[in-house]
């Protein structure tokens, strides 16, 4: 028979305020590794001997990495304990950093910074444990928690890679990230509570396929993510190219100045740390309509940038606080369809995110080439739009679906 304290052992512990804090600044310093290297292009190339078109590469290594991490690594959250994988990867980034950090040639630093790369998924393995160790009442505002970390990581990552840099130079940059990880390893090793969750017993070739599976017959996965991917477009693209126009006439920013309005940013993102609690109160679709509104119209501030700094940091803060509400809310909605897979749901829905934050990129760059900033604006304007058409379009089906189910005469009005 077995005994009390054994039982006690066995039952699920779920994931209070103080564990989403750490897991939180676990996820955002994770996901900041992804990104300090932005600002040190310069370096690099000059003390690595690389190219200004080889220097692209950095950032395709890294998010590369991240892409493969996600589809072939997140999964396996759902087969095996969460607990013993998260602190794996910690470990495994901590070394892909130090790599980078003694790197000797360029193509070192770029095996190490995919290395690096794939292992910081572990922030959707943090995230999907604390949604699913989460009670149903307080999900939302758990994943709103852990989330409002990861943003601040990636909004922070620049500011904080840049005042390194200038302190110690870019190999420091990566040897304290390296130095970080290993620390919140142990932390986590000792607080983090045992993964008791059911797993699934799925196929591995079917776990990493499963994106493809969801967005086929996950109606809920499927809009979530769309709205999601494009969001991340625009999100990716007044981020991704922002630095072009502050370092033109008539402001000639530097490197460290531009990193300075990560700090706008991010100042949205904890103002939409509260999101989760809208959707655990049923109102996730109002507040996505009007999020992706203010979305939109936080553009039109931004295609200021050539003329007005204080407009910039308007349309920042409310990108950022509109983008980070988007984004819990989306996460809470796809971990509520199906909690015994919250792994699979969030490694797939983050793919679309990584796609539509480096095609966003991709498209304000090259259209502020051909056509200024104004051009840039207009590219990831009309991502926002987009998103906002997939939302309209959803809410739409299902009410004419729910019309022609209960209208007067048909088969199921008759059974009512």
Do not use: C
Not at 74 to 87: C, E, S, T
Not at 96 to 112: D, M, N, V
Not at 184 to 209: G, H, M, N, S
Not at 348 to 376: D, F, K, L, P
């Amino acid at each position: 028979m077995t005994s009390t304290a054994e039982t006690a052992n066995r039952a699920p512990q779920t994931i209070g305020s103080r564990m989403a804090l750490l897991l939180a600044f676990v996820s955002g310093a994770a996901v900041a590794n992804v990104y300090y290297a932005q600002p040190l292009l310069d370096d690099l190339g000059s003390q690595l001997d690389m190219s200004p078109a080889a220097l692209g590469w950095v950032t395709t290594a890294t998010q590369g990495g991240y892409l493969v991490g996600l589809v072939m690594v997140v999964p396996l959250g759902d087969r095996f304990d969460r607990r013993r994988i998260i602190l794996a990867q910690l470990a495994v980034t901590a070394v892909g950093l130090l790599g980078a950090a003694l790197a000797p040639s360029a193509w070192t630093f770029l095996a190490f910074s995919a290395v690096f790369g794939a292992a910081s998924t572990v922030v959707q393995v943090i995230t999907a444990f604390a949604a699913a160790a989460s009670p149903p009442g307080r999900r939302g505002r758990t994943v709103g928690v852990v989330t409002t970390g990861v943003v601040l990581g990636i909004l922070l990552a620049r500011t904080i890679s840049g005042f390194i840099a200038d302190l110690w130079g870019w190999r420091a940059v990566f040897a304290v990230a390296a130095v970080v990880m290993l620390g919140v390893a142990a932390w986590l090793a000792i607080a983090l509570p045992r993964d008791t969750l059911p797993k699934e017993v799925v196929p591995y070739r079917q776990a990493i396929t499963s994106v493809v599976t969801l967005t086929m017959r996950d109606r809920t996965f499927r809009v979530r993510s769309l709205i999601g991917g494009l969001m991340f477009a625009s999100f990716g693209a007044a981020w991704g190219s922002m630095a072009l126009p502050l370092a033109a006439t008539p402001w000639h920013l530097s490197a460290a100045q531009i990193g300075l309005f990560g700090i706008v940013g991010a100042a949205g993102a904890l103002g939409a740390s509260g999101a989760g609690r809208w959707a655990d109160r049923g109102r996730a679709e109002v507040a996505t309509g009007a999020m992706l509104i203010a979305f939109l119209a936080s553009w039109v501030a931004i295609a200021q940038t050539p003329s007005s700094l204080l407009l910039l940091a308007v349309g920042l803060v409310v990108l950022d606080f509109a983008g980070e509400a988007i984004h819990v809310v989306n996460q809470h909605l796809i971990v509520e369809s199906d909690p015994a897979a919250t792994t699979r749901l969030i490694g797939g829905y983050m793919v679309y995110y990584s796609v539509g934050t480096g095609a966003g990129a991709i498209a304000a760059t090259v259209a502020y080439a051909h056509g200024g900033w104004t051009e840039a604006s207009i590219v990831g304007a009309a991502f926002a739009v987009a998103a906002l058409v997939v939302w309209a379009g959803d809410r739409l089906t299902i009410r004419r679906s729910a019309a022609t189910t209960f209208a007067p005469g048909t088969p199921s009005s008759r059974r009512r």
